[in-house]
């Protein structure tokens, strides 16, 4: 069995089996977001003068990667993915 025969055969079991749910997106809403990832571990919220909400970074742990998701004016602006062992190339590209 060569190399291309194999990722094709690891990409059709491995693919599915990474949740569509735990993937959230720009531009979602908290609600949104919460249904994607689920319960936050924990949540840091950065005030500004007045103690106006400017930022809050949501804390989660999806399948043993470890997200970070920010939310400015309750929309999301970026997330950012983690794991101890790195990524593979082939992870990445699904």
């Given amino acids: 069995m060569n190399s291309t025969t194999l990722r094709l055969i690891l990409g059709m079991v491995l693919v599915p089996s990474l949740s569509t749910a735990a993937y959230?997106?720009?531009?979602?809403t908290l609600n949104e977001v919460?249904?994607?990832y689920g319960e936050p571990l924990?949540?840091?919220?950065?005030?500004?003068?007045?103690?106006?909400?400017i930022m809050q970074e949501?804390?989660?742990?999806?399948?043993?990667?470890s997200v970070v998701v920010t939310m400015v004016d309750e929309v999301c602006v970026r997330i950012y993915y983690t794991q101890a062992v790195p990524f593979t190339?082939?992870?990445l590209r699904a």
């Fill in 34 to 36: 919460l249904a994607h």
């Fill in 24 to 28: 959230s997106r720009i531009g979602e």
């Fill in 42 to 53: 924990a949540t840091e919220v950065y005030r500004g003068s007045g103690d106006t909400v």
């Fill in 89 to 91: 190339d082939f992870v």
């Fill in 58 to 65: 949501i804390y989660f742990d999806v399948e043993g990667v």
